[in-house]
């Protein structure tokens, strides 16, 4: 006998989509073992219906930084997506660092950790052509991959502080302007110099710091750095110096509902418990003051708090502290609606990195379905 499914209605669905927000606690939140699972319920997935539920819409796109909306997935979706930016896009490192003098007063380690977290930038084609690098394994002695123009890319860096010619009769005079005093007193991501190796020149004729301005180091007269240093392609499963972004993070859509108008002061101050642009005082219309048994019956121009932007909202619950507020307003989050953030260290774009995002997580699912034919044989043995 085939088993009949029942159609819930709108209003049942809209408050499925809805996390309740209370001063103590949060309702209504998605099991975790059958997410958007009901009884007599018909929720198989199709690709027609995700097509027509998904929607993304981007709020602000910078190089180093996007903000967007994705809507109509499941939180396993948008976590996948946050996951991957943060640990599984090939991100081009300094990894091996070769101190041949450093007398600064930055330890050798400390100096070749700072170096690692430089973030470099060259033409994206060029980074993609490169190819992995064969790490040492520890357990079974392999030293790895050497270092070749496929797989390595070689940057320089030597800077000597010398006394200017001048520099110590303006000491004497108590002038303490160090450019003055000294050459290159300070040493910058801008002094690192790219060495193209083999094909590099035609492939990838330029690699440099996303930020030339970030501080290595500070010298005085007689000390030097010279050091050559092997950037090569990781992720940040690896280390996370290998992670494209600064941050990778998501919520959910605020809503704001008020149930019982909040008028005269108390909307003043309904407005002061969120962030700016969230509420706005207004004032009741005429229209709405005439309409008998309504809210704003008899209340014109009597001032009135109207939700503006719940975009801007961050759910404090600062106005569930006020007893004038708790039973006229109710808080909650779009379980299906996700405001991405993404920053990235400059070296792919912001927007870039969620499309690359994507385009992995398809990988991954190719290469599962591939293999699913061998879980079941190994099952099915065991």
Known sequence: MARS??????????????????????????????PHHYPQEDHSWNIATFREKVSVKLHRNTPNDAVFSLVGVDPSFANAFRRILLSSIPHLVIHDVY???????IQDEVLAHRLGLIPLKGRHEGIRWLQWRQRPNEEDQSPGAAATDVNAVLLKLKVKC??????????????????QLYTKPNVYASDFVYEPVGQQSAVLPVIEPCNPDILIAKLRPDQEIDIDCHAQKGTGAEHAKYSPVCTASYRLLPTITITSPILGQDAEKFQSCFPPGVIQVGEVTKAESQKKGGPYEAKHRQKKAVVEDTFRDTVSRECLRHDEFKDKVKLGRVRDHFIFSVESVGQIDSDELFLESVRLLKQKCVRLKREIPDLRAGHEQN
């Not at 101190?99 to 007063?105: E, L, P, W, Y």
């Not at 010619?165 to 303006?170: L, R, T, V, Y």
């Open 5 to 34: 499914h029942s159609s819930p209605t709108r209003a049942t669905l809209e408050a499925r989509k809805s996390v309740n927000i209370g001063k103590e606690r949060v309702e209504n939140i998605t099991s975790k073992e059958f």
């Open 99 to 105: 101190i041949k003098q450093n007398t600064s007063i």
């Open 162 to 179: 010398e006394w200017e010619h001048d520099g110590k009769e303006k000491a004497k005079q108590g002038i303490d302007d160090l450019d």
